[in-house]
């Protein structure tokens, strides 16, 4: 069965320090990948998608940017965090066909400070 | 273009009675549409989908919503609510843009059960 790991679960950070979390997905292949935010008491945002290697598209100018260096592996990153860049970041991925719900992992609570 | 409007952002139900969470979509095409839930700091899990086949979706936990097209709704129900229910639920339109599901999220409901 497919299985997707997000870590870190819990972040703190200071303001204008980088920002890595990592995402990988197993049990199936060529997924298609996303990165997801959503700030207190508001919806989910998409932030990046990629329907393969190297291949990132990003739904809103930002902060941050997106990295998918493997099949299964999608990075979020970003050189210098900002107030506003604080909330609860979720990867998912899901399969090429149109009807694919997504999956979900767990999420990273990024606190700014 | 599609669209997702969940019509009430909270829903007060007591253990036992039954939970009701409304959402209708606008969409160009047929759509498909899926139901998912969140529990606190974590992520979001699929409870059901539909993808024009049967109308009446069964989903996990004893859930299920009703496709209605002349309505342009896809509630979600269950007969009998569980304190383990309360969460946030999310209402989504699925479309096929760019070469990657393009998900519509609505803006949630969150679901209290009170004993």
């Known amino acids: 069965s497919q299985t997707i790991h997000q870590w870190p679960a819990t972040l703190v950070q200071p303001v204008g320090s980088p920002l890595s979390l990592e995402c990988t997905v197993e049990?199936?292949?060529?997924?298609?990948l996303y990165w997801y935010r959503q700030a207190a008491g508001r919806g989910l945002q998409l932030l990046f998608y990629?329907?393969?290697?190297?291949?990132i598209s990003s739904e809103v100018p930002q902060n941050l940017s997106a990295s998918r260096p493997q099949d299964r592996q999608f990075i979020l990153s970003s050189k210098k965090l900002l107030l506003s860049d604080s909330g609860f970041y979720l990867c998912?991925?899901?399969?090429?066909?149109?009807?694919?719900?997504?999956?979900f992992g767990n999420g990273t609570r990024l606190t700014v400070t | 273009a599609q669209s997702v409007t969940q019509l009430d952002s909270h829903v007060s139900v007591s253990e036992g009675t039954p939970v009701l969470l409304r959402c209708n979509y606008s969409?160009?095409?047929?759509?498909?549409l899926f139901w998912y839930v969140q529990h606190p700091n974590k992520g979001l899990q699929l409870l059901l989908k539909?993808?024009?086949?049967?109308?009446l979706v069964k989903g996990i936990n004893g859930f299920e919503a009703e496709f209605k097209k002349s309505e342009t709704s896809f509630h979600l129900t269950k007969p009998s609510a569980h304190m383990s229910d309360a969460a946030e639920y999310f209402c989504v339109v699925s479309g096929f843009s760019g070469g990657y599901n393009k998900l519509i999220f609505g803006a949630g409901t969150r679901l209290a059960v009170h004993p």
């Open positions: 998912a991925w899901s399969g090429q066909g149109v009807n694919s719900p997504l999956h």
């Open positions: 049990g199936t292949s060529n997924p298609n």
């Open positions: 539909y993808t024009s086949a049967a109308t």
């Open positions: 969409s160009s095409y047929s759509p498909s």
């Open positions: 990629s329907v393969g290697i190297g291949q």
